[in-house]
Nanobody, 116 residues
Framework: QVQLAESGGGLVQPGGSLRLSCAAS????????MAWVRQAPGKGLERVSS????????YYADSVKGRFTMSRDNAKNTLYLEMNSLKPEDTAVYFC?????????WGKGTLVTVSS
C-alpha cells in the first residue's frame, strides 16, 4: 500500500504550463523529505526539486529555477510541481520520490512532452 502515483503529464507547447501531482499512499508526505526527479530521453536522472518535511526549505535545479515551484497539500497527502515557461529541454519522464536515507520510494513516472 506504500506507494507514489504521479499524474498530470502530457503534451504542452513551449512557453506553456503544466501542473504535476503526486499522490501518496501508506505514509504521510509531510513527514519526509520529498523530491521531483526527471529523466530526459537518453539521459540520466536529474533532481529537479526537493523539499524538507514541512516544505520550509526547497531546492531547485539551476535549469528550472524561477520556472518551477514545488509544493505540498498535507490535507490531501499530495505533492505538486507547477511548471511554467516550459522549454523543449524539459521533455522528460517526471518522478516523485521519497528520501529516507536514500530515494527509497518512487512513483512510476509521468511523461511531459514540450513540443510544437
Amino acid at each position: 500500500q506504500v506507494q507514489l502515483a504521479e499524474s498530470g503529464g502530457g503534451l504542452v507547447q513551449p512557453g506553456g504550463s503544466l501542473r504535476l501531482s503526486c499522490a501518496a499512499s501508506g505514509f504521510t508526505v509531510n513527514s519526509y523529505y520529498m523530491a521531483w526527479v526527471r529523466q530526459a530521453p537518453g539521459k540520466g536522472l536529474e533532481r529537479v526539486s526537493s523539499s524538507n518535511n514541512g516544505g520550509s526549505s526547497t531546492y531547485y535545479a539551476d535549469s528550472v529555477k524561477g520556472r518551477f515551484t514545488m509544493s505540498r497539500d498535507n490535507a490531501k497527502n499530495t505533492l505538486y510541481l507547477e511548471m511554467n515557461s516550459l522549454k523543449p529541454e524539459d521533455t522528460a519522464v517526471y518522478f516523485c520520490a521519497r528520501w529516507y536515507n536514500s530515494l527509497d520510494l518512487w512513483g512510476k513516472g509521468t511523461l511531459v512532452t514540450v513540443s510544437s
